[in-house]
Nanobody, 120 residues
Framework: VQLQASGGGLVQPGGSLRLSCVASGSIRVINSLGWFRQAPGKRRELVARIFGDGSTNYADSVKGRFTISRDNAKKTGYLDMNNLKSGDTAVYYC???????????????WGQGTQVTVSS
């Protein structure tokens, strides 16, 4: 199983970006999918997560600005980021708990990071 993240880039304050995370491999169920971020000198933090039933949770700092969603048929998760601020600058990582075709328990997977820079 692999996760491939994309969509990062340089954007001005107030701008928008959409991150995508595509899961591939021997997958039965994607239990949950989330986005984390890590700014220089800071710990990695949860930004948003979406569960199999569609429920979501968000970090307080992004509530009302970011929206997480998933397309189960495409095995893809998205993070729509609006009204971006300089404090959102970080490397963003997708994360998922996936039940594969082998084994009875979901395992945790990480994608490679994608850089988001918010600057004028």
């Amino acid at each position: 199983v692999q996760l491939q993240a994309s969509g990062g880039g340089l954007v001005q304050p107030g701008g928008s970006l959409r991150l995508s995370c595509v899961a591939s491999g021997s997958i039965r169920v994607i239990n949950s999918l989330g986005w984390f971020r890590q700014a220089p000198g800071k710990r990695r933090e949860l930004v948003a997560r979406i569960f199999g039933d569609g429920s979501t949770n968000y970090a307080d700092s992004v509530k009302g600005r970011f929206t997480i969603s998933r397309d189960n048929a495409k095995k893809t998760g998205y993070l729509d980021m609006n009204n971006l601020k300089s404090g959102d600058t970080a490397v963003y990582y997708c994360n998922a708990w996936i039940l594969g075709t082998v084994g009875d328990f979901p395992l945790e997977y990480w994608g490679q990071g994608t850089q988001v820079t918010v600057s004028s």
